[in-house]
C-alpha cells in the first residue's frame, strides 16, 4: 500500500514539473520573440540612415562646383567667421563691421556658383517699397566692399551693369526696377548675373538688403 502511494506521489509531482517547465518554456520564447521584434525596426532604421548618407554623400560627389571656400580678406575686414555647413559644399562666411552693420554671405549652389550678400545695416532708412533708394544703396554697399573680397565671380562688373541698370531707368522714374530681375553682367560660354532678391526692414532703424550674384550653369 505504500509503495502504490509513493508511486502515485512521484507521478503527481513528475507532471507538475513537466508542465511548469513547459510553461517557463514558453514564457521565455515570448520574451525573446518580443526582444526580436524590437531589434529589427532598429536595424532596418540603421540601415536607413547608413542608406541616406550614401545617397548625400553621392549627391555631393555629383556636384559640379566644390567645397565653398572664404571669399572676405581678413587683412581688411578682420572681423570675419567662416562656416562650413553639413552639407559639405555650402558656407556661411559673417562679417562684423565696427559701424554695427553686419553682412552674412552664402556661398552655396551646384550647378550654379552663388554668392548671397545680406547686409543688415542701420545706415540707410526709406520705405522698402522705394526701389530706386535701395537699388543705389545696395551698389554703394557692395561698391565698398570690393576691397575687401576675393571671389571667382567679377563682383565690381555686376555693380557697375547695376549702376547702369538704374541710371538707364532714370528716364522712367525707375518704374522698371523690380526685385527678383536677373541682371546679366558678362560670361560668353557661362552666363554672370545678378539679382536684388529682398528689401525688408528688421526694426526701425534697421534694414536687410539680399543681392545674389549667380555664374552658371556650369
Known amino acids: 500500500m505504500n509503495k502504490i502511494y509513493t508511486l502515485i506521489l512521484v507521478s503527481i509531482m513528475f507532471s507538475c514539473n513537466s508542465s511548469t517547465s513547459k510553461h517557463l518554456e514558453k514564457k521565455v520564447t515570448y520574451k525573446t520573440s518580443r526582444q526580436n521584434k524590437e531589434v529589427v525596426p532598429k536595424q532596418k532604421e540603421l540601415n536607413q540612415i547608413e542608406n541616406l548618407e550614401t545617397e548625400n554623400n553621392e549627391n555631393d560627389s555629383n556636384c559640379i562646383r566644390g567645397k565653398a571656400e572664404p571669399i572676405i580678406k581678413k587683412s581688411v575686414f578682420p572681423n570675419t567667421t567662416f562656416q562650413i555647413q553639413p552639407d559639405k559644399l555650402t558656407a556661411i562666411e559673417t562679417v562684423n563691421f565696427d559701424n554695427g552693420d553686419k553682412l552674412i554671405i552664402k556661398n552655396w549652389g551646384c550647378e550654379y556658383y552663388v554668392l548671397t550678400f545680406r547686409f543688415e545695416t542701420?545706415?540707410?532708412q526709406e520705405d522698402t517699397a522705394n526701389l530706386s533708394f535701395w537699388f543705389k544703396k545696395s551698389a554703394l554697399l557692395l561698391n565698398e566692399l570690393t576691397k575687401?573680397?576675393?571671389?571667382?565671380?567679377?563682383?565690381?562688373?555686376?555693380?557697375?551693369?547695376?549702376?547702369?541698370k538704374i541710371d538707364d531707368d532714370k528716364k522712367n522714374n525707375y518704374q522698371?526696377?523690380?526685385?527678383?530681375e536677373e541682371i546679366d553682367f558678362g560670361g560668353d560660354d557661362i552666363r554672370d548675373f545678378l539679382t536684388i532678391e529682398k528689401i525688408e526692414k528688421l526694426?526701425?532703424?534697421k534694414f536687410a538688403?539680399?543681392?545674389s550674384f549667380s555664374t552658371g550653369p556650369l
Open 122 to 124: 542701420s545706415r540707410y
Open 148 to 164: 575687401g573680397i576675393d571671389s571667382p565671380i567679377n563682383i565690381k562688373s555686376g555693380i557697375d551693369k547695376l549702376v547702369t
Open 176 to 180: 522698371n526696377l523690380a526685385l527678383g
Open 203 to 205: 526694426t526701425d532703424r
Open 209 to 211: 538688403i539680399e543681392i
